[in-house]
């Protein structure tokens, strides 16, 4: 769950509503500079999907002691291993390759997790278990995929590494709008260009509430509107879980109007 200040409360995104809007994203992704994602459809939909493991903590989120409640980055280890594992289940039931890049993305929250260096012995420990076990899968996966007239060549190694970027892209794209949690300027590194194996650099400014701005234009339309779902609530503090679920559950869902444009 993404918990975003706001006006004496607090306004609520679901994270798979964050990844809706990525996949848009990456549906509308590619012109003459940026190369479109390829296979299209398995990246796409791989985007759309990658945090649908969410969908249970989400309906049931949790409260910090002090009544405030838990946004996504602040979850444990505990809470978002069998996230990770649900979410490549899940998918993998519609898009084995679209699996694939999900799981390769769980990799690199771990891996993330890893360089921070912030974690006890005993739970670095779980996240280097973890990470194995999602490259077991990925090269599982990828054997399968091997004799897929489809999806063959996407899994050969730097293309298949090329071609998660998109996800990962994207992913940071909505959340650097949505989340709130980035500077208001900033880049994201290693996006897709042109060429297959080219990665580029593209710069953003973020403009309150729901605005970005991005150098180079990646997109095919000149600007990107869409509306995401999310529901607010005029309360910081909840007495406890029930309370908290209670009033989640009788706030209103309205739309947030999100537009990307070119940096000028």
Not at 158 to 187: I, K
Request: charged share 20%.
């Amino acid at each position: 769950m993404i918990c975003r200040p706001h006006a004496g409360g607090w306004l609520f995104i679901s994270q798979p509503a964050h990844a809706w809007m990525a996949g848009e994203l990456a549906a509308a992704w590619g012109n003459a500079r940026f190369a479109t994602p390829s296979p299209r459809e398995g990246v796409v939909l791989a985007t759309r999907l990658h945090d649908i493991g969410w969908l249970s903590w989400d309906a049931q989120p949790r409260l910090e002691n002090d009544g405030l409640p838990v946004n996504f980055l602040a979850t444990t280890l505990d809470e978002t291993l069998p996230i990770w594992r649900l979410a490549v289940k899940w998918v993998q039931m519609m898009n084995p390759f679209a699996a694939l890049l999900v799981s390769m993305h769980a990799s690199t929250i771990y891996d993330l997790r890893l360089e921070r260096g912030s974690d006890q012995p005993e739970k670095r420990a779980e996240v280097q278990n973890a990470l194995q076990e999602h490259k077991r899968l990925q090269a599982k996966l990828r054997q399968d995929l091997a004799q897929s007239s489809l999806y063959s060549k996407a899994i050969e190694p730097e293309r298949l590494n090329f071609t998660y970027r998109w996800l990962r892209v994207c992913d940071l794209m909505s959340l650097a709008v949505l989340a709130g949690v980035f500077a208001p300027d900033g880049q994201i590194e290693q996006v897709p260009a042109r060429a297959e194996s080219e990665l580029t650099t593209i710069d953003y400014r973020r403009h309150d509430p729901f605005t970005l701005e991005i150098t180079p234009w990646p997109f095919a339309r000149s600007d990107i509107q869409l509306s995401v779902l999310a529901r607010a609530v005029d309360q910081k503090r909840f007495e406890d879980q029930e309370a908290y679920h209670v009033a989640l559950a009788q706030a209103a869902w309205q739309p947030l109007p999100v537009t990307l444009r070119q940096l000028s």
